[in-house]
């Protein structure tokens, strides 16, 4: 499983777009980059998965350099209902998800 | 409600006591996994199930744990013996296989040993 490394927290101000990067540099070829966030209290919640080429969702948009070694999560317009703890992990099909220590993202009025 | 249910959403024991949590996933999903999350740290595996087989459980799941998935419907995990050590949250988390599984979480069972 890939290892992953996230900054420990990072501010972001209300209705600007937060950018969380990530270095997953051990990921190997058939390791899904996924991002989930954790909201205080609650169970980890998805939020959007690539393998190779960026995706969008309603939620987030991912960015994932060509070298596959890192990638960048972007909420492009955050609120305060952001504030959590983000997760990234390198995924292989068909099994377990690994979840390192997170970035705790702060949103700011 | 159709998301992954936790029970109880709370428990406090003493030490040494047996405790059991139940986990109901989404009702199509035939994977299960069990999380353990402490304070400030990222939720960590314990075991997963696809239907009722237990594939594969992790070293931090010592003997006094043991999960159940019968039917492969809902889950158990149950501690004997329990410690200081085992308060924490407990996750539960649910999904179908393939190639763009996506983990359901339920709310959590946080456990306090006295």
């Known amino acids: 499983d890939a290892k992953t490394t996230q900054p420990t927290s990072m501010d972001c101000a209300e209705g600007r777009a937060a950018n969380l990067p990530c270095n997953h540099s051990t990921i190997s070829g058939n390791e899904y980059v996924y991002w989930y966030r954790q909201i205080h209290s609650q169970g980890p919640q998805y939020i959007i998965h690539g393998l190779k080429n960026n995706e969008t969702n309603e939620m987030a948009s991912l960015i994932i350099t060509e070298d596959r070694k890192s990638s960048t999560l972007i909420l492009p317009h955050a609120t305060l209902r952001d504030t959590a703890v983000y997760y990234c992990?390198?995924?292989?099909?068909?099994?377990?998800?690994?979840f390192g220590s997170g970035t705790k993202l702060n949103v700011k009025p | 409600d159709t998301g992954v249910s936790q029970d109880p959403r709370h428990k406090i024991t003493k030490r040494g006591q047996n405790v059991t949590f139940r986990c109901d996933p989404i009702?199509?999903?035939?994977?299960l996994y069990w999380y353990r999350q402490t304070l400030g740290q990222g939720p960590e595996f314990l075991t997963y199930?696809?239907?009722?087989?237990?594939?594969?459980k992790s070293r931090l799941l010592s003997d006094r744990f043991s999960a159940e998935r019968p039917k492969g419907s809902f889950s158990t995990l149950e501690i004997q013996r329990t410690e200081q050590g085992d308060s924490a949250m407990y996750l539960c988390a649910s999904s179908t296989a393939g190639n763009n599984e996506k983990l359901f979480f339920g709310s959590g069972t946080q456990l306090s040993v006295l």
């Open positions: 992990m390198g995924a292989p099909n068909f099994n377990k998800f690994y």
């Open positions: 199930f696809q239907n009722e087989a237990q594939l594969e």
């Open positions: 009702s199509e999903h035939n994977r």
